[in-house]
């Protein structure tokens, strides 16, 4: 390869005619000179005649390619993107509750294992990919492994199914923004027309008795006026949409579609706030909560080590889960985002960097819960284990903002925890709704590339209305079964046969190579490990605990047999499209299924081999351009 300066073209190394190291009509893997040159390192930035080979007179002609591909602006864009999908509302209601639930402070063991070994390898192995192929998630498997183009798909389906839940939870904590403006909370007192006979405010009252059937102001306000959960039978009566709600809705998805329609560019920006408030705002809440009376109690009880809990196979699968779902990989939003990265960016560093800053924020939140926890407690005159039952969006909507209301100062408390429930939402949905727009626009270019506005408009428009039916008076019901179904056990299988195919299939040893390209050194002996054997057998183990899931309750409503159908069934409409493009890729690829010559082709090796190993020499991050 002649290599010369050049800003607005590259040159696509094809060598047609040339059969040479070529099988199959493919581009052999990328050799010492393609890494060297994609890396940047060759000194030789001229030819006295660039437009020849240096090793023959006759004259080779020059294939050019204009690169449009959007970039990140600063570096910083990129980071706080990934920060923010990665840190979302699980850090603050998910990781609180299952640590002090598997062992407390000695959760935090198989925690950090579970992360080392098996969520930060696969959390740099798709920023690598990203980086490496620079497209998205459908049209990058005919890089690695055609054959398993179908986990693009079924990732693109399981980001559809978590907009449709997800932005819904995001309209609640908006509900309760607008509630916030108010000199005395609504979910203070139980005066207010949804309050029943069981309502029980014990804060600032005396001689109060705490029965099982009693319900504080916030938890009804929760259940009766936002949710309006009492008008509704289960899911075979979920009752109407409501138009608060609705409107909730309506409203986030005007700011996603604002901050996604132009792409990187706009999106960059917006982060830059929805990224850094929740972390101005943990901080004055942590402050807050450690001055309360009763906060230590909620301290010990978070952190307190159980040893015991270590013997117990189900600790080391909460940790597993947990720190999966909390990097996020396999969502396909980090090969999405890291494609539009400079071809020698140091991913490396931004996988560590990002995923440091996400466990710690989720250590964090534990202490911003749990001293609220023990402050309720000492309140309520109960143990904090009694308080804390609580889990999930109930943390949130009921047991913090209980607690407060009863606060100095709790308008402006109340105000600034939901702004941050708010951006932390927000944050994923950009990054979960990126990775469709992505995919799609790089599967389809000639069709949408140009109408990227257009086709944002669409998929908007069909998140918002397949949200309708978790606005209802049972939509909470309707989340709990798409959050259990539509993405856990799916994701986790999509994550696990992505990891295989890139480790096994594409080939550790390629893999590596296409790192040392972007880096000018290959992955050691940890990450080859962790790729090829851990991080697929830490994917596996989670898996296999679905298989044992308990029965799905929510509030009182025992979720009927049929329903469970019903959640399979959306889970598995998404992981069919694996098996099902598999099928077609067998039928439609020329050659046979038997090896009847060396001339032929082997239909299988053909779908197994990707189609081109060596991407687009990236002419915005060297300032080259290639020459065959």
């Not at 620079?134 to 693009?152: L, V, Y």
């Not at 190579?513 to 880096?519: P, R, S, T």
């Amino acid at each position: 390869l002649v290599v010369k300066s050049g800003n607005a073209q590259q040159v696509a190394g094809q060598q047609a005619n040339n059969s040479s190291g070529v099988q199959g009509g493919l581009p052999p893997p990328p050799g010492p000179i393609d890494s060297a040159v994609m890396a940047g390192s060759l000194t030789h930035h001229g030819s006295p005649n660039p437009g020849y080979s240096p090793n023959s007179a006759v004259p080779v002609p020059v294939i050019t390619q204009t690169d449009s591909r959007d970039k990140w602006s600063k570096k910083m864009d990129f980071l706080l993107s990934v920060v923010g999908f990665a840190v979302d509302l699980g850090n603050v209601w998910r990781f609180p509750y299952i640590c002090y639930q598997n062992g407390g402070g000695a959760f935090l063991i198989p925690y950090i294992l579970m992360a080392i070994f098996g969520g930060v390898p696969l959390f740099y192995m798709e920023l690598a990919l990203g980086q490496y192929h620079r497209t998205g998630a459908i049209s990058i498997w005919k890089h690695i492994c055609p054959i398993f183009k179908g986990i693009g798909y079924a990732i693109c389906i399981i980001a559809l199914y978590v907009s449709f839940y997800y932005n819904t939870i995001i309209a609640w904590a908006l509900f309760y923004f607008y509630s916030s403006f108010s000199t005395i909370l609504p979910w203070t007192n139980c005066d207010n027309v949804w309050n029943t006979p069981d309502c029980t405010n014990y804060f600032g009252v005396d001689n109060v008795t705490w029965t099982n059937s009693s319900r504080s102001p916030a938890e009804e306000f929760y259940t009766r006026n936002v949710l309006e959960i009492h008008k509704a039978s289960g899911l075979r009566n979920v009752g109407g949409v409501r138009w608060q709600l609705m409107l909730c809705l309506f409203l986030i998805f005007t700011i996603v579609y604002f901050s996604l329609w132009k792409g990187v560019k706009t999106s960059g920006k917006v982060v830059w706030v929805t990224a850094t408030l929740p972390y101005i705002v943990l901080f004055i809440l942590l402050i807050r909560g450690a001055t309360l009376p009763g906060a230590w109690r909620g301290v010990v009880f978070y952190l307190k080590p159980q040893w015991g809990k270590l013997l117990e196979t189900s600790v080391w699968v909460d940790a597993a889960a947990q720190i999966f779902f909390s990097l996020g990989p396999g969502f396909g939003v980090l090969l999405a985002l890291s494609s539009y990265n400079p071809f020698t960016n140091n991913c490396y560093r931004d996988a560590i960097v990002t995923s440091l800053v996400n466990c710690l924020t989720s250590f964090v939140s534990g202490f911003v819960i749990f001293t609220v926890l023990g402050y309720m407690a000492e309140m309520r005159k109960v143990e904090v284990e009694d308080v804390a039952r609580d889990k999930g969006p109930s943390l949130l909507f009921i047991t913090y903002p209980e607690a407060i209301a009863n606060m100095m100062g709790s308008t402006f408390f109340a105000i600034i925890f939901f702004v941050m429930m708010i951006t932390l939402g927000l944050d994923s949905t950009f990054g979960g709704l990126e990775a469709i727009i992505t995919a799609v626009l790089d599967e389809y270019p000639d069709q949408l590339s140009h109408r990227r506005e257009l086709f944002v408009l669409g998929l908007v428009i069909v998140c918002f209305l397949g949200s309708l039916s978790t606005l209802t008076n049972g939509g909470a019901y309707v989340v709990k079964l798409l959050e259990e179904f539509g993405v856990g056990c799916s994701i986790i299988a999509v994550g696990f046969l992505e990891a295989i195919a890139v480790s096994w299939f594409y080939g550790i040893n390629r893999f590596s190579n296409d790192v040392q390209a972007m880096l000018g050194k290959a992955p050691g002996l940890f990450w080859r490990v962790c790729w090829v054997a851990i991080s697929p057998a830490f994917l596996y183990i989670i898996v296999s605990s679905f298989l044992k899931a308990p029965p799905l309750t929510l509030f009182d409503y025992k979720y009927p047999d049929w329903s469970i159908t019903v959640g399979y069934i959306i889970g598995f409409s998404s992981f069919m499209w694996i098996p099902i493009y598999m099928v077609y890729k067998l039928v439609w690829t020329p050659g046979s299924l038997k090896q009847v010559s060396r001339r032929k082709v082997r239909r299988l090796a053909v779908c197994l081999r990707p189609e081109r190993t060596i991407p687009d020499i990236h002419g915005d991050s060297l300032n080259m351009a290639a020459v065959p």
